[in-house]
């Protein structure tokens, strides 16, 4: 959270969706920064609202969401305040996006060839030769062998390792300044992870790119990201860098939640977080977490959500006792009934 | 022998590949499961791990016998299920019973809660109409579920509530045999362990032997107590789970360890430690000769014997592996129950450079 | 075990439907037919046959006047008409569609859920019957059954029409049905079924069946309407509700041919009878599937 001016800055976003129950507000006040050549991990359960966050980003949010707060600044303009169509046009050129699903993501009846180069064409005119080039060269990047060939196939003839790639390569054709990626291995064998996962790093190493990595998995976490901001219900609980996080966090959620990994090496009962992740409408009042946190006080059910406040330097916390629990305050695992979902 | 409550020998699973619309020709088969022999010792975990396409689901279906096997044994009790008679194996069913992995589709949408777990008694008749009420409630109350939500529908709980709502439908007919396929994946990790715990529990509690299928070879640590690492339809590593993970053998075990996240940031992906494998496993249509890894393999083109001369006439490949590699398919041997199906097998610590 | 938890949703649905204005409008109109079509008695006491050719085509004089809704080229009053078409329009349009569906439903299930030779014969049978014209087979049927009575009653007037029409009216539910019983069966509800040792009778009808049904009820209300309006081409033939017996679709049809000539009322009378009653029932099924699916059920 240091160091160059940040590339794509987010400020205070907020996201709103009307459904049938009412307004839900899947994003609450959310602020992170990416700087170049830098990763910054979003982690967070089902419903944190991690992902919510960066179509918003992207203007890629649906009918039912809206924006209702904040801004999302890349090189300083603001591209929630753009209309939609510059929006989207801003989107292709200097953030792109990856998604989970590379099969549903891409068109299965158009060569990947063509769906590389579609975004190039958009904007220049430029010859076929000149497109069938750039696409073996993005494929080349993307290290898919025999990238002459393969320009001409059709995405079901790719295995979901070799598709993923294929989608970054698609996301980097317009050479972005800042790259998404949400959940982006998800979906992918644990071998074939590690090999997208280090291609990703490589090229984002090289580039400099400033890369926002979406996802659940606090090992992914722990491999490439250089920052970290941990979601829950909406909002930013913990901000650090990833060193700092893992090591000692600041919140009481990052830590359950780092005990909760199930770990390789020895045969132990799992440590577990009480209850499960609240739903984007069933938020409890006070701090979210409250209900399923082993350090809960009288404060944490009544006041307000604790705001994101720098518990030490470079280390931000939302949380009423921020620096007892960046102290290590002991909290023993289970003390709480475990899993029941009463 | 009769520690083995399940077992399987041999088991062969393929599905024929058809063409053509009007005649179709069987032009070829998806080979899940290639010829697998493993046994499941009474109240204890087997863990089989392995990537998509290893055939281990297609595994738990052949166990719960919604698939049939295309040749291989499998065995309860030490008696062959095919030889059984139908009224035989319908009982058989009871006694092996399946959780599934997606809690989205795996409950009946249009069914409450007390519907689908009181389904088995409305197929079995095992218990009185008038009984099968407390029994869904005991059942409920016995995977951690209030029974008064009985009436509710599946789209009113959260994930993991209603994979317990699957535990408790599997335990319904008191079954001895529980295989989990993939149990816990599609849920948050902090809920996670609330399942893993609780099917450890009530594994203790019941007496249960259960089979636990997972992509994540983290979870299956903490909860198998012996393990077996597929690819590719065949089992190319198993034994006791503590000797496997410390001591993993085969190079694709190896391999499948150390490519799993640790959640130490000290431990970057891009210092290039661990192990990497290359491209993605082959498809189980054509799978390649000889050991099924060896066109992935990390330690068959370092071997000294990668290097013999070619024989006259074949061309010389980029990729060089030792021919018995590529030409015999390599069996299950060790000792002190841990086997590993490698020409060339040895614990890591010898061959990390 | 079964009973009391569907009861509670039946209830549920009946709870939900009750307070909503539109399923009341919708129920009252469809009350209304029905009543008109047991009792038509009650409606009016003009003889709908009693014609007399110097009155015909006289324009709507209002309720009181001997003509409320004028009269058809015939002389013959079109309320009374109307009221006495209802029955035999009905009849046959719930009968077909009742027929049709049970079939429809039936073969798209086992189709689906055995694939194989059973969903090959099917598939065919679909499409064999999709590419014969209707009046082609009419006509056949017609010449089948030339000498055969049918008796005179409102169930001999329509049993020809109803046979026609249940002949070619269950393929779009067959194939609707088959195509979501495909999607549902794929899902891991229906193996965790067979795993328990279901039937296949038991994972079809409590698994399959009310998942895949949704689709094919948008199509009933639609599908009514159409054999009204079919039942009414049949006539021309013959082989429809044939003269002096009335129904709502030989009245579109004559009232059709008046339209430019002067005389609308004869077109409009039948036609938003049918249309009323086409929307009700929409309203009404629409609000009975969306009631019955528990997951929109709040």
Redesign the interface.
């Known amino acids: 959270m240091t160091g160059a001016a940040p590339l794509l800055e987010v400020t205070d976003l907020a996201v709103e969706f009307r459904t049938p129950g009412g307004v839900v507000r899947a994003v609450d006040g959310l602020t992170y920064q990416v700087e170049a050549g830098r990763t910054l991990a979003i982690v967070g ?2 419903g944190s609202g991690k992902s919510v966050s960066s179509l918003a980003v992207m203007g890629l949010l649906g009918p039912t969401a809206h924006v209702t707060r904040g801004t999302a600044r890349l090189n300083g303009t603001d591209l929630l305040a753009l209309p939609p169509r510059e929006h989207r046009a801003r989107c292709g050129q200097d953030v792109a996006m990856v998604f989970q699903d590379a099969l549903a993501a891409l068109n299965p009846v158009l060569t990947v060839g063509f769906q590389l180069t579609e975004a190039l064409r958009a904007r220049h005119r430029i010859s076929r030769g000149e497109a069938r080039q750039r696409a073996v060269e993005l494929l080349d990047l993307v290290k898919v062998p025999h990238a002459r060939e393969r320009v001409r196939d059709y995405p079901h003839q790719f ?4 598709r993923q790639r294929v989608m970054i390569a698609c996301a980097l054709a317009l050479d972005p300044k800042v790259l998404i990626a949400d959940e982006p291995t998800t979906a992918l ?7 997208v ?2 291609l990703l ?2 090229i984002q ?1 090289e580039r400099q790119m400033g890369l926002v990595l979406i996802t ?10 250089d920052d970290v901001t941990v979601m829950y219900a909406g909002r930013a609980v913990e901000q650090a860098g ?2 700092g ?3 000692s966090p600041a919140h009481p959620y990052t830590r ?3 005990q ?15 209850g ?2 609240p ?1 984007p409408g069933d938020r409890p009042a006070g701090c979210p977490f409250h209900p ?1 946190c082993a350090l809960a006080q009288d404060v944490c059910r009544a006041d307000p959500p604790p705001p994101l406040v720098e518990a030490a330097p470079g280390r931000w916390s939302a949380c009423h006792f921020a620096g007892d629990v960046l102290r290590g305050a002991a909290v023993p695992a289970e003390t709480t009934p ?5 | 022998m009769s520690d083995v409550v399940l077992e399987v020998r041999d088991l062969v699973k393929h599905y024929p590949v058809r063409r053509g619309l009007i005649l179709r020709r069987t032009v070829g088969a998806v080979r899940a499961v290639d010829g697998v022999s493993l046994a499941l010792r009474r109240g204890s975990t087997l863990g089989v791990v392995g990537e998509s396409g290893s055939g281990k689901s297609t595994l738990a279906r052949v166990l719960v016998g919604i698939e049939e096997p295309t040749s291989g044994q499998v065995l309860v009790d030490g008696t062959d299920v095919s030889t059984m008679s139908r009224a035989d194996r319908r009982a058989l069913r009871r006694d092996v019973q399946m959780v599934f992995q997606d809690p989205y589709t795996s409950l009946d949408p249009r069914m409450s809660v007390s519907e689908i777990v009181g389904e088995p008694f409305a197929i079995h008749r095992t218990i009185p109409r008038g009984g099968r009420d407390r029994a869904v409630r005991e059942l409920l109350e016995l995977v951690g579920l209030d029974p008064d939500h009985a009436n509710r529908y599946p789209h009113q709980f959260s994930g993991g509530q209603r994979q317990r709502v699957g535990i408790a439908r599997a335990l319904a007919l008191r079954p001895r045999i529980l295989v989990c396929d993939e149990p816990v994946s599609a849920l948050d990790v902090s809920v996670q362990g609330q399942v893993v715990n609780l099917l450890a529990d009530l594994q203790a509690e019941l007496g249960l032997s259960s089979v636990f299928i997972a992509h994540d070879l983290a979870v299956v640590r903490n909860i198998a107590d012996s393990v077996a690492v597929m690819y590719l339809g065949r089992v190319v590593e198993d034994g006791p789970a503590d000797s496997v993970y410390d001591g993993a053998r085969h190079p694709y075990s190896q391999a499948l360890l150390s490519a799993v996240p640790v959640a130490d940031p000290t431990v970057r992906l891009s210092d290039g430690r661990g192990i990497l494998l290359e491209g993605d496993p082959p498809s189980p249509v054509s799978p390649p000769s000889g050991c099924p890894f060896h066109t992935r393999c990390w330690l068959a083109p370092t071997l000294p014997e990668a290097s013999v001369p070619v024989p006259e006439g074949e061309e010389v490949q980029a990729r060089r592996v030792p021919p018995s590699c590529s030409g015999e398919v390599p069996l299950l041997v060790g000792a002190g129950g841990h086997h590993a199906a490698c020409h060339f097998a040895r614990p890591l610590a010898e061959v990390r450079r | 075990m079964s009973e009391a938890p569907a009861r509670t949703l039946m209830s549920d649905a009946w709870r939900s439907l009750r307070f909503r204005p539109d399923v009341i409008v919708a129920a009252v109109v469809l009350v209304f037919f029905l009543v008109m079509a047991a009792f038509p008695g009650l409606f009016t006491s003009t003889s709908p046959r009693r014609c007399v050719i110097g009155d015909s085509r006289l324009a709507p004089q209002g309720f009181g006047a001997e003509h409320p809704f004028g009269t058809d080229s015939f002389g013959c009053d079109l309320l009374a008409q109307l009221v006495h078409g209802a029955r035999p329009s009905l009849l046959l349009a719930f009968v077909v569609v009742g027929i049709a569906l049970v079939i429809g439903i039936t073969l798209g299930v086992l189709a689906a859920y055995y694939l194989g030779w059973v969903d090959k014969l099917v598939t065919r049978v679909i499409e064999v019957l999709l590419v014969i014209p209707l009046l082609l087979a009419a006509m056949l049927l017609l010449s089948l059954f030339q000498g055969v009575d049918v008796g005179s009653g409102t169930l001999g007037t329509i049993l020809l029409p109803a046979l026609v029409l249940t002949m070619f009216a269950w393929m779009g539910y067959a194939r609707y049905v088959r195509a979501s019983v495909l999607e549902v069966k794929n899902h891991d509800f229906v193996t965790a079924a067979r795993a328990l040792g279901a039937s296949d009778l038991r994972i079809m009808t409590r698994h399959l069946l009310p998942n895949a049904i949704g689709p094919v009820t948008a199509l009933v209300p639609t599908s009514i309407a159409g054999v009204i309006g079919a039942e009414a081409v049949l006539s021309f033939l013959g082989i429809g509700v044939r003269p002096p017996a009335i129904s709502w679709g030989l009245m579109i049809s004559n009232g059709s041919e008046w339209v430019t000539g002067g005389h609308p009322h004869l077109l409009l009378y039948p036609l938003a009878c049918l249309v009323v009653t086409v929307l009700a029932l929409v309203v009404l099924g629409d609000a009975l599937r969306d009631a019955l699916d528990p997951r929109l059920a709040a």
């Open positions: 359960e089902s295995s979901g390792g070799m064998d644990v071998t074939v992870q590690a090999q996962l280090r790093a490589e190493a659940h998995d606090l090992g992914v976490v722990a491999g490439v990201a990833v060193l996080a893992f090591r359950a939640l780092l909760s990994v199930p770990q390789l090496g020895s045969r132990t009962r799992l440590p577990v977080i009480p499960r992740p739903g399923r475990e899993g029941d979902p009463r």
